[in-house]
Nanobody, 118 residues
Framework: QVQLDESGGGLVQAGGSLRLSCAAS????????LGWFRQAPGKEREFVGR????????YYADSVEGRFTISRDNARNTVYLQMDSLEPEDTAVYYC???????????WGQGTQVTVSL
């Protein structure tokens, strides 16, 4: 059974930082693309960024480019999202997801809440 468990969310002031973690089990982690998404209240879920299997290729949404960084530790089956210079607009539930072979993100975590206050 595939499981993705996010952690590290919380309340932070604008300008602050948080690091989210996503621990995976039940899949060959090092062969999967891992992505981060978020969903704010009343809005659709949106793409934040993704990393290919070895971390050599990463893409980010324009809204987070230069502030957020994805990294992964394949030995620990964990992907991270370092979030700096946080803004109130970053408030959302953050999800990690796994994709294999360009077939879309099939596996999803339950999400972790990030709240950025003024």
């Amino acid at each position: 059974q595939v499981q993705l468990d996010e952690s590290g969310g919380g309340l932070v002031q604008a300008g602050g930082s948080l690091r989210l973690s996503c621990a995976a089990s039940g899949l060959p982690f090092s062969t999967y693309t891992l992505g981060w998404f978020r969903q704010a209240p009343g809005k659709e879920r949106e793409f934040v960024g993704r990393s290919n299997w070895n971390g050599a290729t990463k893409y980010y949404a324009d809204s987070v480019e230069g502030r957020f960084t994805i990294s992964r530790d394949n030995a620990r089956n964990t992907v991270y999202l370092q979030m700096d210079s946080l803004e109130p607009e970053d408030t959302a539930v953050y999800y990690c997801a796994a994709s294999y072979g360009g077939n879309g993100f099939r596996y999803w975590g339950q999400g972790t809440q990030v709240t950025v206050s003024l």
